[in-house]
């Protein structure tokens, strides 16, 4: 089934503000929360829906790219599929509902977030990263092979990313006996909350690694080599897999987003993968034609025909010299016809001009034309 809009989702406006999205946000999560709504899936689902559009629409940063982009825009930002952690939605739920953390529900709903289950600890999938590259108009046409530099969490060189100093690693949390919650009641809610001795964890360090402060993780440069396919356009993005940041206790890292921007071109536009340019030829080229030459997107010097009487305006076609395609066929190139007329006529380009005019019977005072013939 196709997602919702995030805005349809909360029953808000898109100019809502951040105020009127927080209480629309509120009044769906009492209304479906699991506690008051037991074995109704249907609920689950709409609490879960609820959720995944206020992280996004809570947020400035993913807020606009949701406008600008839609669900491909917030990927990899917490929204438009994939597990996530939905735990940074919920720092600011004491004003919200009065009472604490809600990211261990979610943890059951959306797979994201610390804790442990029967004892065992809980492997999370790492972060996808994201990665604006801007590339030239002929990059992005031909395809090309970039280095990008970036930042991500890695495995802590100093203790092997256990976050233990010692190597001893973490013990069983003696407080919520490794399950990572503890409960708490208000009202009809029961709430599983994080542990407050282990974090969610599940776990404890008695001696915490001092270059990660326990968390087993450490920034760490990233230099890549992204290699970008022929016909890309503006707004597209590449997925680089295992290349974002990796997982908590060892889990698996996430991917890395290169969202595409191309810089415009000073003479060519594209449109799907067809190439349009304009091309300029004078008044006698108009009349006589002939052939012209011209150089392609590639430097590539090919000669167009100028059929005789070609009129200002008119597209010329040349076939697949425009933008490869994943097919194997390029995209045609459309040349715009610029009849030139000289501001500055010599004595004798006038006299010619005067002898072509009056050969050719052009009249002082011609009639309007028809606007269905224009058309035709």
């Known amino acids: 089934m196709a997602k919702r809009d995030y805005y349809e989702v909360l029953g ?111 492997v999370s999938r790492g972060s996808n990263l994201r990665y604006d590259l801007e590339l030239s108009f002929e990059d992005a046409v031909f395809g090309t092979a970039i280095e990008i530099n970036y930042s ?55 001696r915490p690694c001092r270059e990660c402060e326990g968390t087993g993780l450490a920034k760490k440069k990233q230099k890549i080599k992204v290699t970008i396919p022929p016909g890309v356009d503006d707004g597209k993005r590449v997925v680089i897999p295992g290349q974002g940041d990796v997982g908590p206790n060892g889990g698996p890292p996430g991917d890395l987003y290169v969202f595409i921007r191309v810089r415009p071109h000073e003479y060519f536009e594209r449109q799907g993968n067809d190439l349009y340019c304009a091309l300029p030829i004078g008044i006698t080229m108009a009349a006589l034609g002939g052939e012209v030459s011209f150089d392609t997107i590639e430097k590539k010097t090919i000669k167009v025909t100028i059929p005789a009487g070609v009129q200002n305006g008119k597209m010329l076609r040349v076939r697949e010299e425009g933008v490869p395609s994943g097919s194997g066929r390029r995209g045609d190139l459309y040349l715009k016809i610029l009849v030139q007329i000289p501001q500055r006529l010599s004595k004798r380009g006038r006299e010619l001009l005067e002898e072509l005019r009056k050969s050719e019977g052009e009249e002082a005072a011609p009639h309007p034309i028809r606007l269905a013939d224009l058309k035709s």
């Open 12 to 122: 808000v406006q898109k100019d809502a503000s951040k105020d009127d999205i927080k209480k629309a946000y509120r009044r769906l999560a009492i209304q479906n929360h699991p506690d008051k709504n037991p074995g109704d899936h249907a609920a689950e689902e709409r609490f879960k829906e609820a959720t995944e559009a206020y992280e996004i629409l809570a947020d400035e940063q993913k807020r606009s790219a949701y406008d600008r982009f839609g669900f491909a825009g917030v990927e990899g930002m917490g929204g438009g599929g994939g597990p996530q952690d939905y735990s940074s939605v919920f720092k600011d739920f004491e004003d919200i509902f009065g009472f604490g953390d809600f990211s261990n529900i979610f943890d059951s709903f959306f797979g994201g977030g610390g804790g442990r289950r029967g004892g065992r600890e809980r």
């Open 152 to 206: 991500k969490h890695d495995a802590c060189k100093a203790c092997s990313g256990s976050g233990s100093a010692d190597g001893s690693g973490r013990k069983v949390c003696p407080t919520c006996q490794g399950s990572g919650q503890v409960r708490r009641s208000s009202g009809f809610f029961s709430i599983a909350q994080p542990c407050p001795t282990c974090r969610g964890e599940g776990a404890t360090i008695d």
